[in-house]
C-alpha cells in the first residue's frame, strides 16, 4: 500500500520560511517524480513544483518560482519544498504526489497523494 506523509505545515508570518517535507512508502520512490501541490477552499489543486526521479530536473509554478526550492533524498524516500519569502497568498494546504514520469503538471496526471498539510502566512 502506497503511502504518503506531508509534514512541516504551520503558522509563519509573512516573508518566513517553512520546510515541508514528504515520506514514501510502499512504492519504489526513485521510480517517482514527486510534485507538490497546494489547494485552498473552493478551488482546484494547484501545481506548485515537480522533481524528477533523479533531481536532474525540476520545475516550478510562475508563483513560487525563486521563492521556492523542491528537493529529494531517494536514500530516504523523501521529497522536500523549502519555502521562503513566503506571502499570504501562499496559504494553502499543500499535498505531495508521485507519478511515474516527469513533466506532468495537472493533479489528474499524479497517481498517488498524501493527505496534506496547512500552511497558513499571517501578514
Known amino acids: 500500500q502506497v503511502q504518503l506523509v506531508e509534514s512541516g505545515g504551520g503558522l509563519v508570518q509573512a516573508g518566513g520560511s517553512l520546510r515541508l517535507s514528504c515520506t514514501a512508502s510502499g512504492l519504489t520512490f526513485s521510480n517517482y517524480a514527486m510534485g507538490w501541490f497546494r489547494q485552498t477552499p473552493g478551488k482546484e489543486r494547484e501545481f506548485v513544483a515537480v522533481?524528477?526521479?533523479?533531481?536532474?530536473?525540476?520545475s516550478y509554478s510562475d508563483s513560487v518560482q525563486g521563492r521556492f526550492t523542491i528537493s529529494r533524498d531517494n536514500a530516504k524516500n523523501a521529497v522536500y519544498l523549502q519555502m521562503n519569502s513566503l506571502k499570504p497568498e501562499d496559504t494553502a494546504v499543500y499535498y505531495c504526489?508521485?507519478?511515474?514520469?516527469?513533466?506532468?503538471?495537472?493533479?489528474?496526471?499524479?497517481?498517488?497523494w498524501g493527505q496534506g498539510t496547512q500552511v497558513t502566512v499571517s501578514s
Open positions: 504526489a508521485a507519478r511515474l514520469y516527469f513533466g506532468a503538471y495537472s493533479e489528474r496526471e499524479y497517481n498517488y
Open positions: 522533481v524528477s526521479w533523479t533531481a536532474s530536473s525540476t
